[in-house]
């Protein structure tokens, strides 16, 4: 069991250490569309203006992504900040896999297959059908899709929950038709394969935390047993439910069900095979379970259908969610929460449902559980079954309530905590309640400061990734607009840097802010708690973001 060496030049401060992440708000130099620069922020400005404060990378390579194109996100930002290292995150992997011929020549994939030749039954694939490339990208279904041809496997189902959060709000169809494109040049040569149900992203299956398990049933009803609204393609679903719901999005798209002579064209049956193609976790577990799970209650399932299922990556390991999977998951160890467990520092974490799970699991190294039952309490505070930009206050008040309740027990050397709102709201595409949503924020820092220098302890502002500092799509430097001249609103994380502030209110010069890191990121957090709680950082931990005075 790894412990941590204390420092010998730094006494910890008397007080808790506390890290504060204010999801979704990053720092962006633009004023239109920025929920973060149009809201009343007095404490935000005030840490700004008086405290140690630096830029961090969020995005791209900085959290294990392919490319710095690709935008940050809550997972593996909390991975990033939590572990301490950079890890290959989700989609790397997948990629790697996939160009390899590794995924295809591992045993899941070959079981599900060979499954549909005995059986000559369908493959269907369920997920996010877009390129966001946060809980999954368009080209691995499409590698997946080419792959299954060259085998033999003649039919195949495409459930799409679409997008609309981390790629344009209404880019459905542009995802659908070059798709029905590509799957046409596969029909060419004796294969079948269509898309058989969909439905938005934020109405269908993808659930998390268990926090509307009624979406998971609705998704279960769509894809599994054909029961829907029925229309002849994708498109037709589309284009009729935006005529019928004028401003809606894509991600609130009602489910629908392709059919052919008043039939379903791909319900899940017995002998069939599975593929939920997320690599993501944290919306892949609910349905999962109902897949896998022989005491699942959350919903009727029945007739539950005899599968084989899997998913893209194992989305809990501990869990064992799910039991069958094509590709392995980072393997990430010895996070600051468990080697300051090993050490003895007593500690908390506290978010709504909404990002519970990133304050522990996430945070842990996709871990579920505590690494110690006595020296942890996980605090999770329910969240309201709302639309978000029509309560963007969220739970900020009852976390900071309940924070505070565990900084004055006296019990916990450090804690962290998740307001949501800059992240749940931003993707709502709504500037005026993520201008909200970012004032509640602020609110709650405001009551939590005082009670962090009545203590003598120190806190550090940061956040996971950008989404609120840029609700307009943005191209060429400037603002796009729509035909009527109207700013498209954008509801998917950013690229930009987030905040990273050190409230120290006994500072009196014993460190700085290091100027010579060359690229600081969220990774590199890590060992800056860990110094400030009076430890040295494993010497494989990206570099602390502080020098203690000569």
């Known amino acids: 069991m790894e412990k941590l060496q204390r420092l010998e030049h730094w006494q910890a401060r008397k ?44 995005h791209g390579t900085a959290v294990g992504l392919p490319s710095d194109s690709d935008m940050g996100n809550s997972e593996v930002g909390h991975n990033a900040i939590g572990a301490g290292r950079i890890f290959d995150q989700g989609a790397k992997l997948v990629n790697r896999s996939i160009n390899t011929g590794e995924m295809f020549r591992g045993p899941v994939w070959r079981r599900l297959v060979d499954n549909c030749l005995r059986h000559d039954t369908p493959l269907h694939f369920i997920g996010l059908f877009s390129d966001g490339n946060v809980h999954s990208h368009i080209d691995h279904l499409k590698a997946m899709l080419g792959q299954a041809k060259r085998e033999g496997v003649k039919r195949a189902r495409i459930h799409i929950l679409l997008d609309g959060r981390d790629v344009g709000e209404t880019s459905a169809l542009d995802y659908v038709a070059p798709f029905e494109e590509f799957l046409a040049e596969l029909n060419r040569e004796g294969v079948d394969y269509r898309i058989a149900s969909g439905g938005g992203r934020q109405k269908i299956t993808m659930d998390r935390y268990e926090a509307n398990w009624d979406m998971v049933a609705l998704g279960w009803k769509t894809h599994v047993h054909g029961q829907g609204e029925q229309f002849s393609s994708a498109a037709q679903a589309i284009t009729t439910f935006r005529r019928r719901h004028p401003g809606i999005i894509d ?35 609910e349905i999962s379970r109902a897949f896998e799970d022989d005491q699942f209650d959350k919903f009727d399932r029945s007739p539950r259908p005899k599968v084989e299922y899997a998913g893209m990556m194992q989305y809990d390991g501990d869990l064992k969610i799910p ?71 969220m739970k900020s008040a009852e976390i900071t309530d309940r924070t505070i309740e565990l900084l004055r027990s006296g019990l916990y050397r450090w804690g962290r905590i998740n307001y949501p709102n800059g992240d749940m709201v931003g993707h709502t595409g709504v500037l005026q309640s993520a201008i909200a949503a970012v004032e509640a924020v602020d609110l709650g820092l405001k009551r939590l400061l005082p009670v962090i220098q009545e203590l003598h302890g120190i806190a550090i502002v940061t956040a996971d990734h950008g989404n609120s500092e840029e609700m307009f799509e943005r191209k060429n430097g400037g603002v796009v607009t ?69």
Request: proline letters at 9%; glycine letters at 8%.
């Open 15 to 58: 007080g808790p250490l506390l890290v504060v992440i204010m999801d979704g708000i990053g720092i962006s130099p633009h004023e239109e569309g920025n929920a973060v620069r149009l809201a009343y922020t007095p404490t935000l400005d005030r840490l700004l203006s008086t405290c140690p404060h630096m830029l961090l990378q969020a």
């Open 251 to 285: 991600q609130d798209l009602p489910p629908f069900v392709i059919a052919e002579n008043g039939q379903p064209i791909g319900k899940i049956e017995d002998h069939h095979s599975v593929i939920f193609f997320n690599f993501r976790g944290d919306r892949a577990i």
């Open 323 to 393: 039991k069958s999977y094509l590709v392995a998951p980072p393997a990430i160890d010895r996070t600051m929460g468990e080697l300051l467990v090993n050490s003895g520092v007593h500690q908390f974490a506290c978010s709504e449902t909404q990002k519970y799970g990133h304050v522990t699991y996430f945070w842990n190294g996709n871990r579920s559980g505590k690494f110690n039952q006595e020296l942890e309490e996980y605090v999770e505070i329910p969240s309201d079954i709302v639309p978000f930009e029509e309560r963007p206050w």
């Open 482 to 550: 729509d035909k009527a001249g109207n700013p498209k609103a954008k509801t998917s994380h950013t690229l930009n840097p987030v905040p990273f502030i050190i409230f120290d209110p006994d500072y009196h010069g014993e460190y700085r802010l290091r100027q010579d890191l060359p690229r600081a990121g969220l990774s590199n957090i890590a060992a800056t708690i860990i110094e400030l709680l009076g430890f040295a950082p494993p010497e494989d931990y990206d570099q602390s973001l502080i020098e203690f005075a000569k």
